[in-house]
């Protein structure tokens, strides 16, 4: 799963998703954000149980996937990239 998208614009698109993970998850799951490419169209959500926030971006891909990746570490990781355009 390859796409290219600004840091910032990913950045903060997942800040707003970021306020529906709860630091005591009982399910060691609802501490990720799932990421779903489907060629230029990235999903990305995040469920606390009783709520789901999702979002959508266009970036630049040609392929297709998903993953679930560690909310913090992903937010930690974006904030220490600078902008690249």
């Known amino acids: 799963m ?3 998208v600004s840091s910032s614009y990913l950045q903060k698109h997942l ?6 993970i709860n630091s005591n998850n009982t399910l060691p799951i609802l ?6 490419l489907n060629g230029k169209e990235l999903k990305v959500s995040a469920s606390d ?6 979002t959508a971006l266009e970036v630049e891909s040609e392929d ?3 993953i679930a990746i560690p909310a913090k570490l992903l937010l930690d990781t974006l904030k220490t990239f600078p902008e690249q355009h």
């Open 2 to 4: 390859k796409f290219i």
């Open 15 to 20: 800040q707003m998703l970021g306020g529906v």
């Open 31 to 36: 501490d990720n954000f799932l990421l779903e």
């Open 49 to 54: 149980m009783e709520t789901t926030m999702l």
């Open 64 to 66: 297709d996937g998903s």
